[in-house]
């Protein structure tokens, strides 16, 4: 089971980046996907997450700025963060959650300055 997470980078506030989680070994079905991210000094937290039915959850602090999509036949779910700002700056971790199992992808980094 892995997790592979693409897309991260520099960024400066007000720009766009996307990330991409692609699982191997596994499928996503009745799998929670989605992103969490820890910024220096700070526990991780949760920023989108979808359900297997694509029900989604948001971040109240990146709500109407950041969108998550899969796409169950590719294995693959997306993260579209617009409107960056430098407090997004921090590892971002794909999770794949089901029935209190957790899997962790290895993080990427974005870095966002102002």
């Known amino acids: 089971v892995q997790l592979q997470a693409s897309g991260g980078g520099l960024a400066q506030s007000g720009d766009s980046l996307r990330l991409s989680c692609t699982a191997s070994?596994?499928?996503?079905?009745?799998?929670?996907i989605g992103w969490f991210r820890q910024a220096p000094g700070k526990q991780r937290e949760m920023v989108a997450l979808i359900s297997f039915a694509g029900i989604t959850q948001y971040a109240d602090s990146v709500r109407d700025r950041f969108l998550i999509s899969r796409d169950n036949a590719k294995i693959m779910v997306t993260l579209q963060m617009d409107r960056l700002k430098p407090e997004d700056t921090a590892v971002y971790f794909c999770?794949?959650?089901?029935?209190?199992?957790?899997?962790w992808g290895r993080g990427t980094q974005v870095t966002v300055s102002s």
């Open positions: 070994g596994f499928t996503l079905d009745y799998y929670a």
């Open positions: 999770i794949a959650r089901h029935l209190g199992d957790d899997f």
